[in-house]
């Protein structure tokens, strides 16, 4: 079983639905979630931040952190064509020196 | 200001070639990392390194080598090239306990 396991898509919406975007996740230690978006041939970008469990919302984006089922989320609202691209989840354990997990990305379409 | 930068942004080279990415972050970070982005998109850590300590993720062969002149800087050394080299690496950075990771924009190496 992969670390963290997520659908690769590719999703595809029409213009002004919500996104539901989600990861699962094995280890028990990650206690820092993060997503981030990634375009075509591009670095990716810091989406949101969440610690430990609860919601986070910046914006038409939420991001939910549900540790006693290992599973986060997060939401798009009015969802636009710009909002297309690899959205990735990311986690840690936290202390020292940790890199980040990341899962496989979702790819996001979103229809005008 | 780009934030984290990294040169050159690609990289086409021979087998058994010895090569160098040099990555730069204006952030004041105290931690920088190199991830490997295969092709079928999966982001995994490398290397993280801050002025304590330097974690090896332990899948990385030795032809890998990071090198830090400075807290600003951190520079990944490959030696003898291989085919399954070739990918897009990303270098990033981060500060203390916040563990959020800002990205550059990486640079793709095409082993021939």
């Known amino acids: 079983q992969k670390e963290v396991e997520q659908d690769p898509g590719p999703l595809s919406v029409p213009e002004g639905a919500i996104v539901s975007l989600n990861c699962t996740y094995s280890n028990s230690a990650f206690q820092y979630f993060m997503w981030y978006r990634q375009y075509s041939r591009k670095g990716p970008e810091l989406l949101m931040y969440t610690y430990s469990s609860g919601n986070k919302e910046d914006g038409r984006f939420t991001a939910q952190v549900d540790k006693s089922s290992k599973y986060i989320s997060l939401f798009i609202r009015d969802s636009q064509p710009s909002d297309s691209a690899t959205y990735l989840c990311?986690?840690?354990?936290?202390?020292?020196?940790?890199?980040?997990?990341f899962g496989k990305g979702t790819h996001l379409i979103i229809q005008p | 200001d780009t934030a984290v930068s990294q040169t050159p942004k690609y990289l086409v080279t021979q087998m058994g070639n010895d090569k160098s990415i040099k990555c730069e972050q204006n952030?004041?970070?105290?931690?920088m990392y190199w991830y490997k982005q295969d092709s079928k998109k999966f982001l995994k850590i490398m290397f993280s390194y801050n002025n304590k300590e330097l974690i090896i993720n332990e899948t990385v062969p030795n032809r890998f080598s990071p090198k830090s002149p400075d807290k600003a800087h951190l520079n990944l050394h490959i030696n003898s090239l291989e085919l399954g080299d070739s990918a897009v690496y990303f270098c990033a950075s981060s500060q203390g306990s916040t563990y959020t990771q800002y990205f550059g924009p990486g640079t793709r190496l095409t082993v021939l």
């Open positions: 952030l004041g970070h105290d931690t």
């Open positions: 990311a986690m840690t354990r936290g202390g020292g020196a940790d890199g980040l997990t």
